[in-house]
Each structure stands twice: as structure tokens, then as C-alpha cells.
């Protein structure tokens, strides 16, 4: 498939895309810090550096975007140009993911994810429920887990 930009445009372009501060990750943190939760951002000593580390639950949690992180949604395409790039780079992230998972797990933290999907996609869930979802999740302990995404 012809790119209708320039490879400077897209190189431009590309590293415009955002890691960190996210929309999704905004709300997030926005959400959970009214309703009283305090967190660190970005623990580089922690596998996967989580978005959100909630000491005090030995939980974090991660806003995964649906596109780098493979989600399967309908935000998710297989780009059509380069192909190869693509599937390795997204394939590979789908693999630490997992492996900072259980590396996480390991370490006996809750881990906690949030698709892009639920809180901007087309299919997206309410802001406020997805952060009550949150909430609930770190205040009951006995759950170690939860993944929250759009509906389908």
C-alpha cells in the first residue's frame, strides 16, 4: 500500500505518538486520584515499568493502547504496509507483556490492565464505571487480577 506522506511526515508523525500521559491513562489517574487513591507514575524498578503503582495494594496498573498492545477490538488492525515491521514489533510487545506479567505475578503484585478501547473507543465503557471497576479491584484484595476493556 502507497504512503500518501513523506517518510520524513511519517518519521514526524510517528514520534508524535505518546508513551506516557496518555488520554486513557489521564482519565485513569485523574479518576482514581479524586476518589482518594495515591500512586506512583512509571516505576522503572518494577518489570514492564507500570503506568500506576499503588504501594499500599501491591497493585499496578497498565492503560495498554489496543494498537501496540495487540488487543484484539476494533481498534486493533494488521497494518497493510509493511507488514513484517509491524507483525514483529506488535508480536514482540504482546511477548513482554506477558512476561512482565508473570514477572510481576511473580513478585506477588496485582496487576491490573486497561484497553484504550473501554475508556475512547467506539464501544467504550463509561469513564466513571471503568474507574469504580478500578477502585473495587484495589480495595479487594483477594482479586489478583483484572482486565477491563470495551464492549463488544
Known sequence: MYDFVSPETRSRMMSGIKG???KPEIILRQGLHKLGFRYKLHD????GMPDMVFPRYKAVIFANGCFWHGHSCHMFKWPSSNEQLWHNKINRNMEMDRENLSRLQEMNWRVGIVWECSLTGKYRINSEEVIELCAQWLEATDMTS???GGQC
Do not use: F, G, S
Open 20 to 22: 506516557k500521559d496518555t
Open 44 to 47: 522503572r524498578n518494577l518489570p
Open 146 to 148: 483484572i482486565e477491563i
